[in-house]
């Protein structure tokens, strides 16, 4: 068995706040339970509720670690817990985690851990498992997205927008996007977007309307909320499926509930986070199915748009933060 210190450099959040309050400290290295791993991290995604999590708005689940963020990562196998069996010291695996990923070491349920697709670099790898996990059952479970059908996805250069883009594409879909500026519009439609609207220079209700012939998009998957869910429900074609799963501008807003009743609209919405491991080790179990080939092929991958070592988090967060960056960004351990 690889030696394993007692302690790691880890980053901690200190006081709720800007990107600032995230700082290196000394922790334990954890140890693994029953039916658990402990990874060596090599890379660390970094993702929206992290800088929620940061902020003091976001609370991690009951029993998840509140003061080191980190939702997933990637790296080596180094110690099995108690009757763990499905992976073998050595061996490269990514994990979704509950938290504490921002670390030198970092234990998962093994369920919840996947092997590094072949040919894919750690930080890619690392890439992977918070925005598939969010994916596979917002658009293809809840959204019940089919071959020939289009769906519109909104924040389309986000970590989520660019995986989902490949991933609708790759199950035969017709893509729509919004973004924020015409090099993120270009950059969603080199990823198989056959339509990328700029919010901020077009209405994309318009848009999607006269791209459409008037019957709107079968599908919507929303991180923005707030006044977007009145003009979805516009821009949505009868018995479309939204699918909500975030907020940023707002968890509050004022509808027309009767453009729901008569388009016949399914409005739904779920978080990843809070859910059982038992539920997120049968997305990863589907995912491995259904999704990995797709990996092993390049068909898709994680768009990487920016790297940072560990002990640069804050400067992670503060690009997230503003806006401007097209993909993942990711933490490398090591």
């Known amino acids: 068995m690889p030696t394993i210190p007692e302690t790691m450099t880890a980053i901690v959040i200190k006081a709720p706040g800007g990107p600032e309050v995230l700082v290196a400290a000394e922790r334990p290295v954890p140890r693994p339970g029953p039916g658990e791993i402990l990874i060596k991290v090599g890379a660390a995604g970094v993702n929206r509720p992290d800088i929620m999590q940061r902020r003091g708005q976001y609370p991690?689940?009951?029993?998840?670690?509140?003061?080191?963020?980190?939702?997933?990562?990637?790296?080596?196998?180094?110690?099995?817990?108690?009757?763990?069996?499905?992976f073998a010291l050595g061996d490269k695996v990514c994990a979704l985690l509950p938290g504490a990923g921002y670390a030198e070491y970092a234990k998962v349920d093994e369920r919840n851990a996947l092997p590094v697709p072949n040919g894919f670099t750690i930080e890619e790898?690392?890439?992977i498992p918070e925005t598939f996990f969010t994916i596979w059952p917002s658009i293809i479970e809840r959204g019940r997205l089919a071959p020939g059908e289009t769906i519109l996805i909104h924040g389309g250069a986000s970590g989520v927008g660019t995986s989902a883009i490949q991933l609708a594409k790759a199950f035969g879909a017709r893509v729509f996007v919004t973004a924020g500026n015409a090099e993120k519009c270009e950059a969603c439609r080199n990823l198989g977007a056959e339509v990328a609207i700029n919010y901020k220079t077009e209405d994309f209700v318009e848009v999607v309307k006269r791209e459409t012939d008037g019957r709107g998009v079968n599908v919507i998957l929303d991180m923005v909320g707030g006044d977007y869910v009145n003009r979805n429900y516009e821009a949505?074609?009868?018995?479309?499926?939204?699918?909500?799963?975030?907020?940023?501008?707002?968890?509050?807003?004022?509808?027309?509930?009767?453009?729901?009743?008569?388009?016949?609209?399914?409005?739904?919405?779920?978080?990843l986070r809070p859910r059982s491991v038992e539920f997120k080790a049968r997305i990863a179990a589907t995912l491995h199915e259904k999704v990995w080939p797709l990996f092993e092929a390049r068909t898709i991958a994680p768009v990487i748009g920016s790297t940072y070592p560990l002990l640069r988090a804050a400067d992670a967060h503060a690009r997230m933060d503003a806006g401007d960056h097209v993909g993942r960004i990711v933490l490398t351990v090591g």
């Open 236 to 271: 949505a074609a009868e018995e479309a499926r939204i699918v909500q799963i975030a907020v940023q501008k707002g968890a509050r807003a004022e509808v027309d509930i009767r453009r729901l009743m008569s388009k016949r609209l399914w409005h739904t919405g779920s978080t």
């Open 125 to 127: 790898a690392a890439a």
């Open 60 to 86: 991690p689940p009951p029993g998840a670690p509140v003061e080191i963020p980190g939702l997933e990562v990637a790296g080596e196998v180094v110690a099995l817990g108690e009757g763990a069996a499905r």
